[in-house]
């Protein structure tokens, strides 16, 4: 089954999810806000997204900003920082199986899903 890392008040999350209403399948919706996950599972959806952590880092939001800006820090210290600030982690996330995409652009989600 497909499921979408889904934040309601994100326009592009808003417009993926309206896109995934549209294609007739079953999704499940993740709100990533209210149920962060949890460092096992960000480890796990990196490798799906075949992305470093650093990349799904949201990094114009004021508090990657304010506490991790031009800081040296691990892949591990980043995945924490998402786990305690979910608002860090780059949505839309669609997954698929094993693979998983960031679904800002509904061209690539029509391709993947």
């Known amino acids: 089954m497909i499921?979408?890392?889904h934040n309601p008040r994100c326009g592009k999350?808003?417009?993926c999810l309206a896109f995934l209403d549209d294609s007739g399948q079953d999704y499940e919706i993740i709100k990533?806000?209210?149920q962060p996950p949890t460092y096992n599972e960000l480890v796990s959806l990196l490798k799906k997204l075949?992305?470093?952590p650093l990349e799904l880092?949201?990094?114009k939001e004021k508090i990657w900003i304010e506490n991790f800006k031009n800081q040296?820090?691990?892949d591990d210290e980043i995945i924490k920082a998402m786990v305690s600030n979910p608002i860090l982690i780059e949505r839309p996330i669609v997954i698929k199986g094993d693979?998983?995409?960031i679904g800002r652009e509904l061209?690539?989600?029509a391709v993947f899903i």
């Open 3 to 5: 499921q979408i890392y």
């Open 13 to 15: 999350s808003r417009n």
């Open 32 to 34: 990533y806000l209210e």
């Open 50 to 52: 075949n992305m470093k």
């Open 57 to 59: 880092v949201r990094q």
């Open 72 to 74: 040296i820090i691990t």
């Open 99 to 101: 693979k998983a995409i």
């Open 107 to 109: 061209d690539k989600v």
